[in-house]
């Protein structure tokens, strides 16, 4: 299965040393069901229907994504990162990416990043249960939007 192979993918920025970074894995997830998507997240976010959320709280932003994301047909967008919305679980959504690592802040007000590294499915927050997670960098806050690549069917 596809997404048992990928699952296991280290991360890998560009493609360094054969290993995929967020947009890699999409495409090649989704390459062998004949969709062809670009090879950055900035030119995937325009592969199918484009919702903008750039202006819309997290709360709403969650909502929207629950209500409109076709599990395993959107993608969800942020600048410089590009995630496939796979369906939720107990009211939230779940996302399969590859990520680098979350931002953290300590008490001395220290950015730092703590490192993933690797083809995870998480919530839109991932790193929340961290000491340091650090709210205003929090995914689910920087989401700029989604796009589904096919159109939900309407129902009858």
């Known amino acids: 299965m596809i997404f048992d192979e990928l699952i296991k993918e280290p991360y890998g920025w560009g493609e360094l040393l054969n290993h995929r970074d967020c947009s890699a894995l999409t495409r090649d997830f989704i390459a062998p069901f004949g969709i062809y998507l670009g090879r950055n997240s ?25 209500k409109n994301a076709i599990p395993f047909l959107t993608l969800v967008y942020l600048k410089g990162h590009i995630m496939l919305y796979i369906g939720e679980e107990n009211g939230e959504p779940l996302v399969f990416h590859n990520i680098w690592g979350v931002k953290t802040l300590d008490e001395n ?48």
């Open 42 to 66: 900035a030119s995937q976010k325009y592969s199918g229907k484009y919702y903008d959320l750039e202006n819309i709280n997290a709360q709403d932003k969650k909502e929207f994504i629950l």
């Open 109 to 156: 007000k220290t950015m730092g990043r703590f490192i993933i590294g690797r083809a995870v499915v998480t919530t839109l927050n991932p790193g929340r249960e961290l000491k340091y997670f650090y709210e205003k960098k929090a995914v689910i806050n920087n989401i700029l939007g989604i796009s589904n690549i096919i159109q939900k069917i309407p129902s009858e």
